[in-house]
């Protein structure tokens, strides 16, 4: 395994695009996989720091996070990627460059994403719902902002 971890170019927006999407439509096999395009990775991810794993010299999976919240607002591993601790990889990336604590938000019906979280000692702080549906606020870390415990942004889920 040859696996890297690294600062985002602007070379690798086309293919995160492609994993954003991909994942998404697989993954939240719950809604209408048409809501999902291309362009959202783009739009979903202004302003943003990306971080991305590189696999054997492909892109697997990337990280966008708020970082003066620390709020993760996106983790997703492409889905022939998947079960391999890249997103683990990726989630402990984060130490190196912002400290803790971190809040995210993951849709109920997104039981998958919960394990994962789960196993890497995350824990719930709060709900709220969304666009997409109801969601759980989780923190890594010993203090929780409480901006982002009940907040109902219109930000996406993981």
Not at 60 to 81: K, N, Q, R
Not at 97 to 103: A, D, G, Q, V
């Amino acid at each position: 395994m040859n696996l890297i971890i690294r600062k985002a170019q602007s070379s690798d927006s086309a293919q995160l695009a492609k994993i954003f999407l991909e994942s998404r439509r697989s993954g939240f096999y719950w809604l209408d996989p048409e809501r999902f395009q291309l362009d959202d990775f783009e739009r979903q991810t202004q302003g943003e720091i990306v971080w991305v794993a590189e696999w054997n010299g492909e892109l697997a999976g990337f990280i966008s996070v708020e970082e003066e919240d620390a709020f993760i607002h996106h983790l997703f591993v492409a889905p022939g990627y998947q079960r391999l601790g890249i997103g683990r990889r990726l989630l402990q990336s984060l130490r190196t460059w912002l400290p803790t604590p971190y809040t995210l938000k993951c849709l109920t019906k997104n039981k998958k994403a919960q394990a994962f979280y789960k196993k890497n000692n995350w824990r719930i702080v709060g709900e709220g719902r969304s666009g997409t549906g109801a969601y759980l606020v989780l923190a890594f870390g010993s203090v929780v902002p409480k901006a982002r415990q009940n907040s109902t942004s219109a930000r996406g889920e993981a």
